[in-house]
């Protein structure tokens, strides 16, 4: 089973605190992604990395960067963290992404920030 | 960027009825899936159904694709309890010359004992 871990459940931060979100995949899959959720506004891509150190903008990564120094780790950093972004953060990861159709993707536990 | 909408947006029913979830997208798709989050879990990938194809069944659950109506419906018969959890379909959709997923805003599933 392909297992995709986050390094934490919870995490509260204060407002302008460098925060770490790091997620972590097993089956060595090419393609990773963070996503945050939100109520009322479902999942919305942040970040997506199809490559070891590449990485491209979804539709909102305004606030925040990633990093992917290796296949399986790929972290999402907020360089000075804010109110608006306490939220629920799910990382995930899926085999192929120039693939037709895209591949299933499989998801961490997710990580609830809080930022005060 | 597009976004498929989930309707209803909540559905309560009790153990032992069929649930039946649709979700409507806006442009042409290669493949749509569905996914459920556990409260306050990841999503969970519970089926695939490419844009060739009309009907798909897992155990349960029966996914049905009109891409004439841009429309996808799930249903889960004989529910039980433990079906209890938000379900989210996902189109792909290209993203700076990659595809990649948007999902709905969900529909949050109560299935009463």
């Known amino acids: 089973d392909v297992k995709v871990t986050q390094s934490s459940r919870y995490l509260v931060k204060r407002t302008g605190e460098k925060v770490f979100l790091e997620c972590v995949q097993d089956?060595?899959?090419?393609?990773m992604f963070w996503y945050r959720q939100d109520p009322g506004l479902g999942l919305r891509l942040i970040y997506f990395s199809y490559d070891v150190k590449m990485k491209e903008k979804g539709d909102i990564p305004e606030g925040y960067s990633v990093s992917r120094e290796k296949k399986e780790r790929f972290s999402l950093i907020l360089e000075s963290a804010s109110t608006n972004q306490t939220s629920m953060y799910l990382c995930a990861s899926s085999l192929k992404l120039t693939s037709i159709p895209v591949d299933t993707q499989y998801f961490g536990p997710g990580t609830r920030l809080t930022v005060l | 960027s597009q976004q498929g909408e989930e309707d209803p947006q909540a559905l309560s029913i009790q153990e032992g009825e069929n649930a039946t979830m649709n979700c409507s997208y806006k442009t042409s798709i290669n493949n749509l899936q569905w996914y459920r989050q556990n409260s306050g879990r990841g999503l969970v990938h519970l089926i695939l159904?490419?844009?060739?194809?009309r009907e798909k069944h897992s155990g349960r659950l029966r996914v049905t694709l009109d891409t004439s109506k841009k429309s996808s419906s799930l249903l889960i018969t004989a529910s039980r309890a433990a079906d209890t959890a938000s379900y989210f379909c996902a189109t792909d959709e290209e993203n700076s010359g990659y595809s990649t997923l948007t999902f709905g805003k969900g529909t949050m599933l109560l299935v009463s004992p």
């Open positions: 159904i490419r844009s060739n194809e």
């Open positions: 089956m060595d899959h090419e393609n």
